[in-house]
């Protein structure tokens, strides 16, 4: 089990960038598949992006090539670097950590993509 915080949402222009960050405690965390999930209002939560702890990283087709995951192994922390943001990139954004049938959520930050 580990415990998971996200931060470093907030509002920002489309077009513009917005770095999110996840800090995890509680286990060994170098062993977990990270990953982010985000849910929009009246929607369904959507998976967006997974890293291996080999650092093998996936997308959703939504986000294929304007975000970027990564992890600090030695800072128990896992990034989501996101560019040419779109109003529909708009939602709260979930960490979660995965090994075996275990998963971990944080409780969310929100990003809002306005002019």
């Known amino acids: 089990q580990v415990q998971l915080v996200e931060s470093g949402g907030g509002l920002v222009q489309p077009g513009g960038s917005l770095r999110l960050s996840c800090a995890a405690s509680?286990?060994?965390?170098?062993?977990?598949?990270m990953g982010w999930y985000r849910q929009a209002p009246g929607k369904q939560r959507e998976w967006v992006a997974s890293i291996t702890s080999g650092n093998m990283t996936n997308y959703a087709d939504s986000v294929e090539g304007r975000f970027t995951i990564s992890r600090d192994n030695a800072k128990n922390t896992v990034y989501l670097q996101m560019n040419k943001l779109k109003p529909e990139d708009s939602a709260v954004y979930y960490c979660t950590a995965a090994v075996g049938a275990m998963s971990d959520w944080g409780t969310g930050t929100l990003v809002a993509v306005a002019s």
């Open positions: 509680g286990s060994i965390f170098s062993i977990y598949v």
